[in-house]
């Protein structure tokens, strides 16, 4: 791993912090150690770690990107309504009906990971992006945490075969949630000062996975490798803009970093108690198989 410093400032900028937002019940800045982040060019990126539980009802995912969904079919009898189908499912949501119809295999895709890592617990939201027909276009992950990439993939395929009646506004968005824990029961930490602000920055580290994403493709596109790990450390102006970001350790791609850098320097965290903070981020590019 080399110790090869990378500085860059932000261009945002951001407002000195001030006195008058401290919090005299805090004898310091709040600091969020969010775990890895991997990055992978099939879209499955994940947390090594999960993170802590935070305030109560905090959110654990963030809002699903943007996406347009296909135009209607022409193909005759590619809107045909099952209209049978659609009595079954009245009274009840499209995310209640997907849950039930994914429980039993998710349950299996984790079961399967279970023999490669026997203590992965952790939670994944699988997101839905249903089409015109009420065919699933698309199948997204959000805050997947400790669940091997193979168990996602699973119900990410399992996910894709669901039918829903056509949404009456032409498309829709339907998030399932998974929560997984072994036999041994929910892992309990020692909750910190620091718990809820670090639940907070990994949904704002996540947030960033597009341009992330778009940071890994033009490096493929430019024929650079697409391997890379690095360490930022964010400075958090009172306002939640970045200030300075240091890159150390790193490895893999520089140029690829730099990107990362520039797009981490883009998000905006929540405003730090105390009118400033710290946030460190790691990303890993397309780790290699065998390295998780």
Same mark, same amino acid.
Not at 84 to 106: K, L, N
Not at 133 to 161: F, H, Q, W
């Given at each position: 791993?080399?110790?090869?410093?990378?500085?860059?400032?932000?261009?945002?900028?951001?407002?000195?912090?001030?006195?008058?937002?401290?919090?005299?019940?805090?004898?310091?800045?709040?600091?969020?150690?969010?775990?890895?982040?991997?990055?992978?060019?099939?879209?499955?990126?994940?947390?090594?770690?999960?993170?802590?539980?935070?305030?109560?009802?905090?959110?654990?995912?963030?809002?699903?990107? *943007?996406?347009?969904?296909?135009?209607?079919?022409?193909?005759?009898?590619?809107?045909?309504?099952?209209?049978?189908?659609?009595?079954?499912?009245?009274?009840?949501?499209?995310?209640?009906?997907?849950?039930?119809?994914?429980?039993?295999?998710?349950?299996?895709?984790?079961?399967?990971? #279970?023999?490669?890592?026997?203590?992965?617990?952790?939670?994944?939201?699988?997101?839905?992006?249903?089409?015109?027909?009420?065919?699933?276009?698309?199948?997204?992950?959000?805050?997947?945490?400790?669940?091997?990439?193979?168990?996602?993939?699973?119900?990410? *395929?399992?996910?894709?075969?669901?039918?829903?009646?056509?949404?009456?506004?032409?498309?829709?968005?339907?998030?399932?949630?998974?929560?997984?824990?072994?036999?041994?029961?929910?892992?309990?930490?020692?909750?910190?000062?620091?718990?809820?602000?670090?639940? *907070?920055?990994?949904?704002?580290?996540?947030?960033?996975?597009?341009?992330?994403?778009?940071?890994?493709?033009?490096?493929?596109?430019?024929?650079?490798?697409?391997? *890379?790990?690095?360490?930022?450390?964010?400075?958090?102006?009172?306002?939640?803009?970045?200030?300075?970001?240091?890159?150390?350790?790193?490895?893999?791609?520089?140029?690829? #970093?730099?990107?990362?850098?520039?797009?981490?320097?883009?998000?905006?965290?929540?405003?730090?108690?105390?009118?400033?903070?710290?946030?460190?981020?790691?990303?890993?590019?397309?780790?290699?198989?065998?390295?998780?």
């Amino acid at each position: 791993m080399r110790r090869l410093v990378l500085l860059v400032l932000a261009a945002c900028g951001g407002s000195e912090p001030t006195a008058s937002t401290i919090d005299g019940t805090r004898s310091r800045p709040p600091s969020a150690d969010v775990s890895e982040l991997e990055i992978r060019a099939n879209g499955i990126d994940r947390f090594s770690t999960c993170p802590p539980s935070g305030g109560l009802g905090q959110n654990w995912m963030p809002e699903p990107f *943007a996406w347009t969904p296909p135009p209607p079919s022409k193909e005759p009898g590619a809107q045909v309504v099952d209209q049978d189908f659609i009595t079954r499912m009245q009274g009840r949501s499209p995310t209640e009906v997907a849950s039930d119809a994914t429980h039993r295999e998710f349950r299996e895709c984790y079961r399967k990971g #279970l023999v490669h890592d026997p203590t992965q617990d952790g939670r994944v939201a699988i997101v839905l992006r249903v089409g015109p027909e009420g065919n699933v276009s698309k199948v997204e992950v959000y805050g997947a945490c400790e669940i091997l990439p193979d168990s996602i993939a699973c119900m990410e *395929a399992a996910a894709g075969r669901l039918r829903f009646p056509p949404p009456p506004n032409g498309s829709d968005t339907i998030t399932i949630p998974a929560a997984f824990t072994s036999r041994d029961g929910v892992k309990r930490t020692h909750e910190t000062f620091d718990d809820s602000y670090t639940a *907070a920055s990994y949904v704002t580290v996540e947030s960033g996975r597009p341009m992330y994403h778009a940071c890994e493709e033009q490096a493929r596109r430019e024929l650079r490798p697409v391997q *890379a790990t690095g360490t930022f450390t964010l400075q958090i102006a009172n306002d939640g803009h970045v200030l300075q970001t240091h890159i150390d350790p790193w490895s893999g791609d520089q140029p690829l #970093l730099v990107c990362a850098a520039a797009a981490l320097e883009k998000l905006k965290f929540p405003p730090p108690p105390g009118g400033k903070g710290t946030v460190i981020a790691r990303l890993n590019f397309n780790p290699r198989q065998g390295t998780r």
